[in-house]
Protein backbone atom coordinates (compact mmCIF):
# COMPACT_ATOMS: atom_id res chain seq x y z
CA UNK A 1 0.00 0.00 0.00
CA UNK A 2 1.52 3.22 -1.19
CA UNK A 3 2.23 5.81 1.66
CA UNK A 4 -0.04 3.57 3.61
CA UNK A 5 0.92 4.50 7.59
CA UNK A 6 -0.28 1.56 9.47
CA UNK A 7 -2.26 -0.83 8.25
CA UNK A 8 -4.50 -3.74 9.92
CA UNK A 9 -5.50 -6.06 7.42
CA UNK A 10 -7.51 -9.37 7.83
CA UNK A 11 -6.28 -12.54 6.01
CA UNK A 12 -7.24 -13.25 2.16
CA UNK A 13 -8.82 -16.34 1.88
CA UNK A 14 -11.56 -15.29 -0.72
CA UNK A 15 -11.11 -15.09 -4.51
CA UNK A 16 -13.50 -13.43 -7.09
CA UNK A 17 -13.64 -12.69 -10.92
CA UNK A 18 -12.65 -9.02 -12.34
CA UNK A 19 -15.46 -8.06 -13.56
CA UNK A 20 -17.26 -8.35 -10.58
CA UNK A 21 -14.00 -6.29 -8.71
CA UNK A 22 -14.66 -3.90 -11.23
CA UNK A 23 -18.30 -3.24 -10.89
CA UNK A 24 -17.84 -3.24 -6.85
CA UNK A 25 -18.91 -0.24 -4.63
CA UNK A 26 -18.40 0.93 -1.05
CA UNK A 27 -21.38 3.22 -1.00
CA UNK A 28 -24.26 0.57 -0.50
CA UNK A 29 -22.44 -0.99 2.06
CA UNK A 30 -21.59 2.24 3.98
CA UNK A 31 -25.43 3.14 3.51
CA UNK A 32 -26.34 0.12 5.11
CA UNK A 33 -24.08 0.30 7.84
CA UNK A 34 -25.49 3.41 9.02
CA UNK A 35 -29.06 2.19 9.56
CA UNK A 36 -27.37 -0.65 11.60
CA UNK A 37 -24.41 0.32 13.26
CA UNK A 38 -25.29 4.01 14.02
CA UNK A 39 -21.69 3.99 15.59
CA UNK A 40 -19.54 2.65 13.11
CA UNK A 41 -20.86 4.26 10.36
CA UNK A 42 -20.33 7.76 12.57
CA UNK A 43 -17.04 7.08 13.01
CA UNK A 44 -16.04 6.22 8.77
CA UNK A 45 -18.00 9.49 8.19
CA UNK A 46 -14.43 11.07 9.11
CA UNK A 47 -12.19 8.52 7.14
CA UNK A 48 -10.83 8.92 3.90
CA UNK A 49 -12.05 5.37 1.65
CA UNK A 50 -9.54 4.32 -1.15
CA UNK A 51 -10.06 1.96 -3.98
CA UNK A 52 -6.55 0.04 -4.04
CA UNK A 53 -4.94 -3.06 -5.78
CA UNK A 54 -2.06 -2.78 -3.73
CA UNK A 55 -3.31 -3.55 -0.47
CA UNK A 56 -4.78 -7.31 -0.72
CA UNK A 57 -7.48 -7.12 1.70
CA UNK A 58 -8.75 -3.66 3.54
CA UNK A 59 -6.59 -1.76 6.55
CA UNK A 60 -6.88 1.39 8.49
CA UNK A 61 -3.97 3.66 7.90
CA UNK A 62 -2.71 6.81 9.10
CA UNK A 63 -0.17 9.19 7.45
CA UNK A 64 0.33 12.90 6.88
CA UNK A 65 -2.00 13.74 9.60
CA UNK A 66 -5.03 11.93 7.91
CA UNK A 67 -6.56 8.88 8.73
CA UNK A 68 -7.66 6.32 5.21
CA UNK A 69 -9.50 3.29 4.90
CA UNK A 70 -7.68 1.09 2.13
CA UNK A 71 -9.47 -1.92 0.40
CA UNK A 72 -9.62 -3.81 -2.16
CA UNK A 73 -12.48 -4.40 -4.60
CA UNK A 74 -11.51 -7.96 -5.60
CA UNK A 75 -11.44 -9.26 -1.69
CA UNK A 76 -14.76 -6.84 -1.02
CA UNK A 77 -16.43 -8.47 -3.75
CA UNK A 78 -15.85 -11.69 -2.30
CA UNK A 79 -17.70 -11.17 0.94
CA UNK A 80 -21.19 -11.52 1.56
CA UNK A 81 -23.14 -8.27 3.35
CA UNK A 82 -22.40 -9.58 6.69
CA UNK A 83 -18.91 -10.01 5.95
CA UNK A 84 -18.49 -6.42 4.60
CA UNK A 85 -19.83 -4.93 7.32
CA UNK A 86 -17.95 -7.44 9.78
CA UNK A 87 -14.86 -6.04 8.17
CA UNK A 88 -15.74 -2.67 8.60
CA UNK A 89 -17.00 -2.74 12.14
CA UNK A 90 -13.00 -4.89 12.31
CA UNK A 91 -11.14 -1.84 11.10
CA UNK A 92 -13.02 0.78 12.78
CA UNK A 93 -12.74 -1.06 16.36
CA UNK A 94 -8.58 -0.73 15.53
CA UNK A 95 -9.06 2.91 15.70
CA UNK A 96 -11.76 3.23 18.54
CA UNK A 97 -9.10 1.04 20.57
CA UNK A 98 -6.18 3.16 19.68
CA UNK A 99 -4.24 0.35 18.70
CA UNK A 100 -2.33 1.70 16.00
CA UNK A 101 -1.55 5.04 17.95
CA UNK A 102 -0.83 4.99 21.84
CA UNK A 103 -1.60 1.41 22.38
CA UNK A 104 0.86 0.11 19.61
CA UNK A 105 3.50 -2.68 21.42
CA UNK A 106 5.91 -4.36 19.89
CA UNK A 107 6.97 -6.89 18.80
CA UNK A 108 4.51 -5.24 16.36
CA UNK A 109 2.92 -8.30 14.74
CA UNK A 110 2.36 -10.29 17.91
CA UNK A 111 0.50 -7.05 18.52
CA UNK A 112 -1.56 -7.54 15.80
CA UNK A 113 -2.35 -11.05 16.32
CA UNK A 114 -3.84 -9.90 19.56
CA UNK A 115 -5.22 -6.78 18.54
CA UNK A 116 -7.52 -8.85 15.56
CA UNK A 117 -8.56 -11.47 18.67
CA UNK A 118 -9.86 -8.85 21.09
CA UNK A 119 -11.96 -7.25 18.08
CA UNK A 120 -13.01 -10.30 16.86
CA UNK A 121 -14.30 -11.33 19.96
CA UNK A 122 -16.62 -8.31 19.81
CA UNK A 123 -18.05 -9.17 16.06
CA UNK A 124 -20.45 -12.07 15.45
CA UNK A 125 -18.47 -15.08 13.70
CA UNK A 126 -20.88 -14.83 10.70
CA UNK A 127 -19.64 -11.43 10.63
CA UNK A 128 -16.46 -12.52 10.07
CA UNK A 129 -14.22 -13.53 6.45
CA UNK A 130 -12.95 -16.77 6.25
CA UNK A 131 -9.73 -17.14 8.07
CA UNK A 132 -9.78 -14.43 10.67
CA UNK A 133 -8.59 -15.02 14.14
CA UNK A 134 -10.99 -15.81 16.45
CA UNK A 135 -10.18 -16.81 20.68
CA UNK A 136 -11.99 -20.32 21.00
CA UNK A 137 -11.37 -21.51 17.05
CA UNK A 138 -8.72 -23.29 15.88
CA UNK A 139 -7.46 -22.90 12.21
CA UNK A 140 -8.46 -25.06 9.28
CA UNK A 141 -6.91 -28.25 9.31
CA UNK A 142 -3.71 -28.34 6.11
CA UNK A 143 -4.29 -29.14 3.19
CA UNK A 144 -2.59 -31.94 1.42
CA UNK A 145 -1.06 -28.68 -1.20
CA UNK A 146 0.28 -27.05 2.41
CA UNK A 147 1.24 -29.54 3.42
CA UNK A 148 3.73 -30.54 0.45
CA UNK A 149 5.02 -27.00 0.83
CA UNK A 150 5.85 -27.10 4.33
CA UNK A 151 8.49 -28.38 6.66
CA UNK A 152 7.92 -30.28 9.81
CA UNK A 153 8.87 -27.59 12.13
CA UNK A 154 6.74 -25.64 10.00
CA UNK A 155 3.28 -27.80 10.69
CA UNK A 156 4.64 -27.45 14.37
CA UNK A 157 4.21 -24.14 14.35
CA UNK A 158 0.93 -23.84 12.67
CA UNK A 159 -0.52 -26.33 15.02
CA UNK A 160 0.99 -25.15 18.51
CA UNK A 161 -0.49 -20.95 17.43
CA UNK A 162 -3.74 -23.12 16.47
CA UNK A 163 -3.63 -25.09 20.19
CA UNK A 164 -3.12 -21.78 21.56
CA UNK A 165 -5.51 -19.49 20.24
CA UNK A 166 -8.34 -22.06 20.20
CA UNK A 167 -7.56 -22.37 24.35
CA UNK A 168 -8.21 -18.51 24.67
CA UNK A 169 -11.59 -16.98 25.88
CA UNK A 170 -13.39 -14.72 24.21
CA UNK A 171 -13.61 -10.69 25.03
CA UNK A 172 -10.21 -10.16 26.63
CA UNK A 173 -8.52 -7.06 25.89
CA UNK A 174 -5.58 -6.86 23.45
CA UNK A 175 -3.08 -6.51 26.30
CA UNK A 176 -4.53 -9.84 27.53
CA UNK A 177 -3.87 -12.06 24.02
CA UNK A 178 -0.90 -9.95 23.86
CA UNK A 179 0.91 -11.13 27.07
CA UNK A 180 -0.17 -14.46 26.77
CA UNK A 181 1.37 -15.03 23.26
CA UNK A 182 4.53 -13.45 24.79
CA UNK A 183 4.66 -15.96 27.57
CA UNK A 184 4.32 -19.03 24.79
CA UNK A 185 7.73 -19.68 23.29
CA UNK A 186 6.37 -21.86 20.18
CA UNK A 187 3.32 -19.19 19.89
CA UNK A 188 5.55 -16.50 19.63
CA UNK A 189 7.60 -17.77 17.43
CA UNK A 190 5.04 -19.22 14.98
CA UNK A 191 3.48 -15.83 14.50
CA UNK A 192 7.30 -14.55 14.08
CA UNK A 193 7.60 -16.73 11.21
CA UNK A 194 4.55 -16.33 9.81
CA UNK A 195 3.94 -14.57 6.12
CA UNK A 196 5.56 -11.43 5.95
CA UNK A 197 7.16 -11.98 9.71
CA UNK A 198 9.97 -11.87 8.19
CA UNK A 199 10.39 -8.84 6.73
CA UNK A 200 11.28 -9.93 3.44
CA UNK A 201 7.51 -10.72 2.69
CA UNK A 202 7.95 -14.49 2.77
CA UNK A 203 6.74 -16.41 5.17
CA UNK A 204 5.43 -19.45 6.11
CA UNK A 205 2.34 -20.67 3.86
CA UNK A 206 -1.01 -21.47 5.61
CA UNK A 207 -0.73 -19.29 8.38
CA UNK A 208 -4.01 -17.36 8.89
CA UNK A 209 -3.31 -14.02 10.31
CA UNK A 210 -3.05 -9.89 9.51
CA UNK A 211 -1.20 -9.68 6.67
CA UNK A 212 0.58 -6.27 6.50
CA UNK A 213 3.75 -5.57 8.42
CA UNK A 214 2.54 -2.16 10.09
CA UNK A 215 6.26 -0.98 10.28
CA UNK A 216 4.88 2.32 8.61
CA UNK A 217 3.61 3.75 11.95
CA UNK A 218 6.53 3.73 13.27
CA UNK A 219 7.92 6.51 10.77
CA UNK A 220 5.79 9.17 11.98
CA UNK A 221 6.54 11.64 14.08
CA UNK A 222 5.41 12.34 17.62
CA UNK A 223 3.71 15.52 16.29
CA UNK A 224 2.13 13.74 13.22
CA UNK A 225 0.91 10.50 16.01
CA UNK A 226 -0.81 12.96 18.32
CA UNK A 227 -2.60 15.02 15.66
CA UNK A 228 -4.38 12.02 14.00
CA UNK A 229 -5.19 10.23 17.53
CA UNK A 230 -6.74 13.89 18.09
CA UNK A 231 -8.49 13.07 14.45
CA UNK A 232 -9.71 9.83 15.46
CA UNK A 233 -10.82 10.87 19.45
CA UNK A 234 -12.67 13.59 18.01
CA UNK A 235 -14.51 11.22 15.73
CA UNK A 236 -15.42 8.97 18.35
CA UNK A 237 -16.56 11.43 20.34
CA UNK A 238 -18.89 13.16 18.28
CA UNK A 239 -20.09 9.60 17.05
CA UNK A 240 -20.77 8.22 20.57
CA UNK A 241 -22.83 11.44 21.59
CA UNK A 242 -24.69 10.93 18.10
CA UNK A 243 -25.57 7.28 19.63
CA UNK A 244 -26.47 8.78 22.98
CA UNK A 245 -29.08 11.17 21.77
CA UNK A 246 -30.91 8.80 19.61
CA UNK A 247 -30.59 5.99 21.90
CA UNK A 248 -29.80 3.48 19.14
CA UNK A 249 -25.64 2.50 19.32
CA UNK A 250 -26.38 -0.73 16.88
CA UNK A 251 -24.70 -3.93 18.31
CA UNK A 252 -22.09 -2.14 20.14
CA UNK A 253 -22.65 -3.71 23.75
CA UNK A 254 -22.72 -2.00 27.09
CA UNK A 255 -19.33 -3.22 27.98
CA UNK A 256 -17.76 -1.65 24.79
CA UNK A 257 -19.67 1.56 25.09
CA UNK A 258 -18.14 2.10 28.90
CA UNK A 259 -14.70 1.55 27.61
CA UNK A 260 -15.08 4.02 24.45
CA UNK A 261 -16.94 6.40 26.99
CA UNK A 262 -13.99 6.38 28.99
CA UNK A 263 -11.73 6.24 26.00
CA UNK A 264 -12.63 9.90 24.98
CA UNK A 265 -12.46 11.36 28.72
CA UNK A 266 -11.33 14.26 29.81
CA UNK A 267 -9.21 12.45 32.51
CA UNK A 268 -5.35 11.95 31.75
CA UNK A 269 -4.99 7.96 31.25
CA UNK A 270 -2.88 6.10 33.66
CA UNK A 271 -0.27 4.88 30.47
CA UNK A 272 0.13 8.56 30.02
CA UNK A 273 1.26 9.27 32.79
CA UNK A 274 3.63 6.39 33.22
CA UNK A 275 5.14 7.31 30.00
CA UNK A 276 5.81 11.21 32.02
CA UNK A 277 7.08 9.59 34.84
CA UNK A 278 9.93 7.38 32.50
CA UNK A 279 10.74 10.78 30.54
CA UNK A 280 11.54 12.55 33.47
CA UNK A 281 13.82 10.23 34.81
CA UNK A 282 16.30 10.57 31.95
CA UNK A 283 19.62 11.46 32.40
CA UNK A 284 21.49 13.29 29.89
CA UNK A 285 25.11 11.07 28.29
CA UNK A 286 27.75 13.34 26.38
CA UNK A 287 30.29 11.69 23.99
CA UNK A 288 32.35 12.56 21.00
CA UNK A 289 31.15 12.91 17.94
CA UNK A 290 33.50 13.91 14.24
CA UNK A 291 30.60 15.05 13.16
CA UNK A 292 29.93 18.03 14.96
CA UNK A 293 31.98 21.33 15.47
CA UNK A 294 33.68 21.62 18.55
CA UNK A 295 32.50 25.52 19.23
CA UNK A 296 35.88 25.94 21.66
CA UNK A 297 38.35 24.30 19.43
CA UNK A 298 36.91 24.18 15.95
CA UNK A 299 38.71 22.26 13.64
CA UNK A 300 41.16 20.88 15.83
CA UNK A 301 38.65 18.44 18.12
CA UNK A 302 35.38 16.94 17.82
CA UNK A 303 32.28 18.33 19.04
CA UNK A 304 29.83 16.58 21.51
CA UNK A 305 26.54 15.21 21.17
CA UNK A 306 24.43 14.38 23.58
CA UNK A 307 21.67 11.26 24.38
CA UNK A 308 19.53 10.25 26.49
CA UNK A 309 18.77 7.08 28.32
CA UNK A 310 17.06 6.08 31.70
CA UNK A 311 17.04 2.89 34.26
CA UNK A 312 13.97 2.65 36.33
CA UNK A 313 13.88 -0.32 38.96
CA UNK A 314 10.50 -1.83 38.74
CA UNK A 315 9.02 -3.38 41.96
CA UNK A 316 6.06 -6.00 41.97
CA UNK A 317 4.12 -6.52 45.34
CA UNK A 318 3.51 -9.87 45.66
CA UNK A 319 0.67 -9.57 48.08
CA UNK A 320 -2.38 -11.94 46.83
CA UNK A 321 -4.75 -8.72 45.76
CA UNK A 322 -1.96 -8.06 42.89
CA UNK A 323 -3.13 -9.99 40.41
CA UNK A 324 -1.71 -11.09 36.88
CA UNK A 325 -3.97 -9.27 35.08
CA UNK A 326 -2.48 -6.16 36.77
CA UNK A 327 0.92 -7.13 36.09
CA UNK A 328 0.35 -7.61 32.31
CA UNK A 329 -1.40 -4.15 32.20
CA UNK A 330 1.58 -2.79 33.46
CA UNK A 331 3.89 -4.89 31.03
CA UNK A 332 1.99 -3.88 28.05
CA UNK A 333 2.87 -0.28 28.60
CA UNK A 334 6.81 -0.84 29.72
CA UNK A 335 7.05 -2.83 26.27
CA UNK A 336 6.35 -0.26 24.52
CA UNK A 337 8.42 2.08 26.67
CA UNK A 338 11.22 -0.26 26.98
CA UNK A 339 12.76 0.97 23.61
CA UNK A 340 14.20 4.33 25.19
CA UNK A 341 14.11 3.21 28.71
CA UNK A 342 15.58 -0.25 30.78
CA UNK A 343 13.79 -1.73 33.57
CA UNK A 344 15.22 -4.18 35.79
CA UNK A 345 12.24 -5.95 37.99
CA UNK A 346 12.11 -7.53 41.69
CA UNK A 347 9.90 -8.82 43.43
CA UNK A 348 8.84 -7.80 47.52
CA UNK A 349 6.88 -8.37 50.26
CA UNK A 350 8.26 -7.39 53.53
CA UNK A 351 12.19 -7.90 52.15
CA UNK A 352 12.91 -7.07 48.42
CA UNK A 353 13.69 -10.56 46.78
CA UNK A 354 17.01 -10.06 45.12
CA UNK A 355 17.17 -12.85 43.02
CA UNK A 356 14.02 -12.51 41.14
CA UNK A 357 16.11 -9.99 39.66
CA UNK A 358 15.03 -9.65 35.76
CA UNK A 359 16.66 -7.08 33.44
CA UNK A 360 14.22 -5.78 30.51
CA UNK A 361 15.23 -4.15 27.50
CA UNK A 362 13.83 -4.26 24.24
CA UNK A 363 13.53 -7.99 23.00
CA UNK A 364 13.96 -9.36 26.48
CA UNK A 365 10.82 -9.26 28.32
CA UNK A 366 10.17 -10.82 31.83
CA UNK A 367 7.02 -13.27 32.38
CA UNK A 368 4.65 -12.44 35.18
CA UNK A 369 4.90 -15.01 37.93
CA UNK A 370 5.34 -14.58 41.76
CA UNK A 371 8.25 -15.92 44.18
CA UNK A 372 6.95 -14.39 47.52
CA UNK A 373 3.12 -14.25 48.88
CA UNK A 374 3.64 -12.93 52.81
CA UNK A 375 3.19 -9.10 53.76
CA UNK A 376 3.86 -6.04 52.29
CA UNK A 377 6.41 -3.30 53.55
CA UNK A 378 7.02 -0.39 51.50
CA UNK A 379 9.93 0.62 52.66
CA UNK A 380 12.08 -2.80 51.57
CA UNK A 381 11.80 -1.48 47.60
CA UNK A 382 12.39 2.49 48.86
CA UNK A 383 15.29 1.49 50.43
CA UNK A 384 16.68 -0.96 48.29
CA UNK A 385 16.54 1.53 45.11
CA UNK A 386 18.08 4.24 47.37
CA UNK A 387 20.35 2.24 48.01
CA UNK A 388 21.34 1.03 44.52
CA UNK A 389 21.36 4.72 43.62
CA UNK A 390 24.25 4.62 41.04
CA UNK A 391 22.48 1.93 39.09
CA UNK A 392 18.94 3.76 38.93
CA UNK A 393 17.51 7.03 37.42
CA UNK A 394 14.39 6.18 39.36
CA UNK A 395 11.83 3.49 40.41
CA UNK A 396 8.29 2.74 40.21
CA UNK A 397 6.34 -0.09 42.80
CA UNK A 398 3.39 -1.96 41.39
CA UNK A 399 0.78 -2.47 44.57
CA UNK A 400 -2.19 -2.33 46.21
CA UNK A 401 -1.51 0.62 48.09
CA UNK A 402 -2.46 -1.16 51.61
CA UNK A 403 0.87 -0.67 53.44
CA UNK A 404 2.11 2.01 55.81
CA UNK A 405 3.93 5.12 54.65
CA UNK A 406 7.56 4.74 53.85
CA UNK A 407 8.71 8.15 54.07
CA UNK A 408 10.53 10.54 51.36
CA UNK A 409 13.18 8.73 49.14
CA UNK A 410 16.09 10.20 47.15
CA UNK A 411 15.17 8.61 44.31
CA UNK A 412 12.35 9.68 42.32
CA UNK A 413 9.54 7.32 42.93
CA UNK A 414 6.44 6.11 41.44
CA UNK A 415 3.47 4.82 43.02
CA UNK A 416 1.82 2.25 40.09
CA UNK A 417 -1.63 1.62 42.09
CA UNK A 418 -3.78 -1.55 40.70
CA UNK A 419 -7.60 -1.55 39.19
CA UNK A 420 -10.11 -0.07 42.07
CA UNK A 421 -7.44 0.50 44.53
CA UNK A 422 -5.95 3.24 45.85
CA UNK A 423 -2.50 4.23 48.41
CA UNK A 424 -3.34 3.80 52.26
CA UNK A 425 -1.72 7.35 52.73
CA UNK A 426 -0.26 10.56 51.36
CA UNK A 427 2.69 10.49 49.08
CA UNK A 428 5.86 12.67 49.51
CA UNK A 429 5.21 15.28 47.00
CA UNK A 430 8.00 14.10 44.77
CA UNK A 431 6.42 10.92 44.50
CA UNK A 432 4.38 10.56 40.93
CA UNK A 433 1.03 8.65 41.30
CA UNK A 434 -0.50 6.20 38.64
CA UNK A 435 -4.07 4.89 38.94
CA UNK A 436 -4.48 1.94 36.55
CA UNK A 437 -7.59 1.41 34.89
CA UNK A 438 -8.51 -2.38 33.64
CA UNK A 439 -10.45 -2.27 30.08
CA UNK A 440 -13.00 -5.35 29.50
CA UNK A 441 -12.75 -6.07 25.91
CA UNK A 442 -10.98 -4.03 23.74
Known amino acids: MADKGTAIDMPVTHTVDAEAAKNVSLDAHLINLMWAEPFF???????????????????????????????????????????????????????????????????????????????????PELELPEGGLIPGNPFKELTEEHLANMSDEQVNRYNALSAKIASFPKEKSGEWYFSRLMDDPEARDAIENSAG??????????????????????????????????????????????????????????????????????????????????????????????????????????????????????????????????????????????????????????????????????????????TRCGGTCFRAPSEHANKNSSRFDGYIILTDGEASDPGPSRLKRGWVIIPDRELFFKPSNRDFVINMKQGASD
Open 197 to 370: GNGDGEGQPGMPGPMDDHDGWDELSEEERELVKGKVRKAVEGAAKECDRSGNWGSVSSEARSIIRELISREIPWQSVLKQFCGMTRRANRSSNVKRLNRKYPGIHPGFQKGYTSHIAVYIDQSGSVDTASLELLFGELRSLARQTEFTVFHFDTSVDEKSEASWRKGKTPSAHR
Open 41 to 123: SAVLRNVTKIRSEDIPTAGVSASNGSVRLWWNPGFVASLTSDQVKGLLKHECYHLVFEHTTTRRHEPHLVWNYATDLAINSLI
